[in-house]
């Protein structure tokens, strides 16, 4: 058998063809593409262009959270085959408690999360839908597949917060120089 028939070579075609797709059109759901090619959803992420896309580690989801609280209103999304759950408002300030990361207190967002399943956070900017820039903090879990979200918020013309989008860069390039 030669080298490019081996199963490994036909994973680097796979994803090979895959980074080709999303550089001619990265615009799409990030979740769809993943079902479609049978990968994980980090993994899709990772074949963004580099560009649009910058990795964490799990380690620095708290000073994510809490740097994310400071932005104002911003979009918490949970994406599962079943739902795609979108929040409005302000991040509230968190804690540790009893196994989770407890969200309460004067916005729509709350709830508990484990955290501490925290892999690695993606910072990603890339169109969407022809709806233009999208900034996305993704949260991802051990088996690449994320958390949750959260958006950059938009104003009443759908255009992203310009200071949130300051924010969200300085947090990505302190928190990604970081982590290499």
């Not at 932005?71 to 739902?83: E, K, N, Q």
């Amino acid at each position: 058998m030669t080298a490019q028939h081996t199963p490994a070579a036909s994973q680097d075609a796979a994803l090979e063809s895959l980074r080709a797709r999303l550089l001619a059109e990265p615009g799409g759901v990030l979740e769809a593409v993943a079902a479609e090619t049978g990968v994980s959803l980090r993994t899709v992420v990772d074949c963004l262009p580099e560009a649009m896309r910058g990795f964490a580690p799990g380690s620095a989801a708290e000073a994510a959270m809490t740097d994310i609280a400071g932005w104002g209103p911003i979009t918490f999304l949970v994406h599962s085959a079943d739902l795609v759950l979108e929040c409005k408002g302000p991040l509230p300030l968190g804690q540790f408690g009893r196994g989770f990361y407890n969200l309460a207190g004067g916005s729509p967002i709350g709830g508990h999360i484990r955290l501490g399943r925290c892999a690695d956070l993606a910072f990603v900017r890339r169109p969407f839908m022809g709806s233009g820039d999208s900034c996305a903090v993704i949260f991802f879990n051990g088996d690449g597949e994320a958390m949750f979200k959260i958006f950059v918020g938009r104003d009443e013309k759908r255009q992203l917060l310009a200071d949130q989008v300051e924010r969200f860069l300085a947090l990505r390039d302190r928190l990604c120089l970081s982590a290499a």
